[in-house]
C-alpha cells in the first residue's frame, strides 16, 4: 500500500503520521513544494513582529523527526500532473528539474490556498510580497533588513491586521488600504469592524477604507507605491493581503468535483468524487455545524483535523470529520476578538429569525486590578432559542470564553443551557456571572 | 405580599431585587446583621493583597442604590427567631439593642456560613481572626496596620491560601499549617496539591502539613503563637481558616428540614420542607448534576443564583435552580487552578468506572512569547466516555478553559464530543490543538 500525500504542511503532515501510525506497513511518501514541512503558518507574522525568534521555531516537526518515523518527505518536489485511473503522479524535482512519475494507491490532496495575486502592474518589484508559506515570510524580513521604512498594506483582514501590527512593533509608517468600507472582512459584524478599525488607528496606523488599488508603481525594480483611486501611497514594502484561493489545479485535472466556494467537495470520510482521491485543509470545503451548509473556512484547526481524518482513513481506518462551527480568534495590537458560529449577515442570509444582545461587562471581578472591559454579542433563533453565534471583543485571553459557545453550538444547544451553566468564577479570572452568563440571560428574555 | 430576607449578601440581595423585579406591588425588606451589603466576599483576600483600593469597592450595590429601587434594607439587624406558623420573625436593632416582631407572608433564608471556631485556647486574643465578612476584613487590616509581621495561618484550603499570597505582598513572614497531608482540601486529586505546595513553598512561605493545633498562645491580651504538636509557631497575626458551616440556626427554629451535609434541603424552586419558607445560598444545599446527589458547594455563583430563583419564585413566579457541576477556580500566587465535575475521590466514592489522562501542553503557541505549560487532568467513564470531570494548573486565565468541560458537563457530554469541539485557535491564544483537544483525544482512545 503505497500512500501518497502532496503537500507537507498542516493537513499533509497530519495525514502522513496517522496513516503511518495507522498501518505501519504502508508506505507513506509526502511531496512538499518548499524546504520546510509542517509549520504553523498562522506564526508568520509574530516572527516578523518579534514575539517569536526565527522561522525554525514555527515547524513543529523537522523532516529528519518525520523520517525517524518511517515517512518519506520529499522536500522540494511539486506535483504537476495526476492520473487517477493509472493512479500515478508527474513529480518534478526542483532542485534538479527533473520529473518522473510517481505510482500511488491512496492520494491526498493537501495543497492548501495561494494568496490572490490581482493582475497590477508591477507586482513582481522587489519589495511587494504575500504571506503565505516560510519563504514569504523570509523575504518580507530581507526587505525590512534592507531598510524599509514606510509599508503598504492592501486588504484589511486577518493577516493585513496581523501584519499591521508586526509592522509597527518594527518601526514602520503603516497605511492599510482596504476596497470595502470596514475591516476584517465579513467575519464580524460592522459595530465590531469599527471597534477594530479604531484600534488600529489609535496604535498608529492610516486607515483608508473604501479605496481600490489601481496598481503598484516602481523605479528600478523596486517598488515606490501603490497606485489607488484615491491617489498615490507611497511605499517601499507593498504587502498584498487581499485573500486566498484554494489550490485546486491537481484536483481538477483528477476530475474530482468542486463545491460552490471552488474548493474541494469531499464527504465526512475526506473522500472526494474520484476513487482513491483524498482532500484535505486548506483546499477543502467543511460541513457547517449551525448552518449546515458546506463552507471554505481555511483555518488551523480543521486543516490538521481533517488531515488526521484523512490519513487514518486512507490507511484502512474509519474516521469523519466532525465539521466545524465556524470559530475564530484574533489579536490585534491590545484588542483580542472572538467570532463563533454564524453573523448577522450570515443569518439574514439564510432566512433565520435571529434575536440578539449585546453586552459589556468586565472579564474578571471589576474591582480586580487587572480588570479589563469585555464585550459579547450573543445571538441566538427567536421562538426555539437554538444558539446561533456570538462575538467578543476584549483584552488578552479574555475572549477564549468564545469556546464556550462553540461547545454548545456543536451540540446545537440553546441559549437557556448556557444561562444555567456552572462557569468558574474568582476575581481573578471573572465576575460572579460571567459576561457569558450575563448575555445568555438577556438573551432567553427575548426569546 | 410582604416578602422578607434573612442576610443581604449574594443570595439575599439576589433574591430581594428579583422579587421587587417579578412584582413592583410587593414589600420587599432585607434584615442584615452588619453594615454590608452584596458586597463580593471572595474579594476581601484580594483588598488586603492590595490588588483592590478598599473594603467599599466590593460593595456591588449600596443600601442606597437598594432602597431607591423600593427595597427594605436594615442594616445591622439581626434575625433572632422565627415563627412560621405565626408568619413572624424576632428581629433584634444592634444599634439601639430594641428587639421586635416582624410579619412575613414568604421568608427567605440568605443566611450563608460562618467559619468554624475550633475551641483552643486565646481565640478571642486580639491579632486572631477569621475571614469571611468586610469587618472580618477590617480587622484584619486593623492588625497589620498595628504593625504585624509574623502570619500564622491554619487551614489551606481556598481562604487559607488566597490570604497566604496576600500576606505575603503585604511583607509578612508566612507559616501555613494544616492538619492533612496536603494543602487545598479534598477538591484537587493529590498530585494537584502538590503542586500547588511547592508553589506557595516557592513564594517563601513556610508550609507545614500534618500538623494538629493544640491552642493559641497570648500575652496581655494579644496573641504571640500557635501551639501545635510540632511546637510552639510565633505569630502576631493568626487567621484562623479551618472550614464554614451553614448557618442554619433559624431554619432549625422554623423546623426545616437540614440534608445530610449539615445545610437546608431545598427543592429546585428554593422551596424548603417547611410552607412559606425558603433558602438560597451558601446555607443551601444544590444538586450536582453529575453524581445526582445533593451537596453543600458554598460558591459566589450558585448563591447568587439561588437567590435570584427564590426571589422570582417568592414573588408568584417560576423558576428553577439547574444544579451544580462542580467548578470552581483560583489563584494562588502564579499558580492558576480550576476543576469541574468529579475528583478521582468523588468517581471512587460513588463506585464510578473512571479513565483518566493527564496532559501537559503549552497554553499559547509553544514558539509564542507568552507561551506557559498549562497541565489537564481529564476523567471520563469506562465504556461510555462520559464525562467526569477535569483539573486545569496554569498560569493566569489560561484555566478558564475549564468552562468548556463544564459546559459539557451540564449536559452530560462525552468526552468524544469534546474531542470533536471547533475551539479558538490563533497563536497568542492556544495551541492549534488546544490542550483540552489533547487530552480528549488521549482519553477517546482508552475510553
Chains 1, 2 share one sequence.
Not at 324 to 331: E, R
Request: net charge positive; with cysteine; hydrophobic share 45%.
Amino acid at each position: 500500500m503505497r500512500i501518497v500525500v502532496v503537500g507537507g504542511v498542516a493537513a499533509g503532515m497530519s495525514a502522513a503520521s496517522r496513516a503511518k501510525r495507522h498501518d505501519p506497513s504502508s508506505e507513506v511518501v509526502v511531496f512538499e513544494r518548499t524546504e520546510w514541512i509542517s509549520y504553523g503558518a498562522c506564526g508568520l507574522p509574530y516572527v516578523l513582529g518579534g514575539q517569536v525568534d526565527d522561522f525554525a521555531a514555527l515547524e513543529a516537526r523537522t523532516p529528519a523527526q518525520m523520517r525517524a518515523r518511517g515517512i518519506g518527505v520529499r522536500l522540494r518536489h511539486e506535483v504537476m500532473g495526476v492520473d487517477p485511473v493509472a493512479r500515478t503522479l508527474t513529480v518534478r524535482d526542483l532542485a534538479s528539474g527533473r520529473t518522473g512519475q510517481e505510482p500511488y494507491d491512496q492520494l491526498l490532496l493537501a495543497t492548501g490556498v495561494s494568496p490572490v495575486r490581482p493582475p497590477w502592474a508591477n507586482m513582481d518589484a522587489a519589495g511587494v510580497h504575500v504571506l503565505r508559506e516560510i519563504p514569504d515570510g523570509q523575504a518580507i524580513e530581507a526587505t525590512l533588513q534592507g531598510g524599509a521604512r514606510r509599508a503598504a498594506i492592501i486588504g484589511g483582514g486577518y493577516i493585513g491586521l496581523e501584519m499591521a501590527e508586526a509592522l509597527r512593533a518594527r518601526g514602520l509608517s503603516v497605511v492599510l488600504l482596504e476596497q470595502l468600507p470596514d475591516l476584517a472582512g465579513r467575519m464580524l459584524d460592522p459595530e465590531a469592524r469599527q471597534q477594530i478599525r479604531a484600534e488600529v488607528e489609535r496604535q498608529g496606523v492610516d486607515v483608508r477604507t473604501g479605496v481600490t488599488v489601481e496598481g503598484l508603481t516602481a523605479r528600478a525594480g523596486r517598488v515606490t507605491g501603490v497606485q489607488t483611486d484615491a491617489g498615490l501611497v507611497r511605499a517601499d514594502l507593498v504587502l498584498v493581503a487581499v485573500g486566498v484561493r484554494p489550490n485546486v489545479a491537481l484536483a481538477k485535472m483528477a476530475g474530482v468535483r468542486l463545491g460552490r466556494s471552488g474548493a474541494i467537495h469531499t464527504d465526512a470520510r475526506q473522500r472526494t468524487t474520484v476513487d482513491g482521491v483524498w482532500a484535505a485543509g486548506d483546499n477543502t470545503e467543511s460541513v457547517h455545524r449551525v448552518s449546515r451548509r458546506r463552507v471554505h473556512v481555511p483555518l488551523g484547526l480543521a486543516a490538521n483535523r481533517m488531515g488526521r481524518v484523512a490519513g487514518i482513513n486512507m490507511a484502512g481506518g474509519d474516521a469523519r470529520f466532525p465539521g466545524i462551527v465556524g470559530t475564530a480568534i484574533f489579536k490585534v495590537f491590545d484588542l483580542s476578538v472572538a467570532r463563533t458560529g454564524l453573523s448577522a449577515e450570515d443569518t439574514a442570509a439564510l432566512g433565520l429569525d435571529a434575536v440578539q444582545v449585546d453586552v459589556s461587562s468586565s472579564d474578571h471581578a471589576g474591582y480586580y486590578r487587572d480588570a479589563c472591559p469585555i464585550q459579547v454579542r450573543l445571538r441566538a433563533e427567536r421562538g426555539t432559542g437554538r444558539l446561533l453565534g456570538a462575538q467578543l471583543l476584549g483584552h488578552g485571553d479574555a475572549v477564549k470564553r468564545v469556546d464556550v459557545v462553540a461547545t454548545l453550538l456543536h451540540g446545537r444547544g440553546r441559549v437557556q443551557d448556557l444561562a444555567e451553566l456552572d462557569l468558574a468564577y474568582a476575581p481573578p479570572f471573572s465576575t460572579v456571572w460571567d459576561v457569558l452568563l450575563v448575555a445568555a440571560g438577556r438573551l432567553t428574555a427575548l426569546i
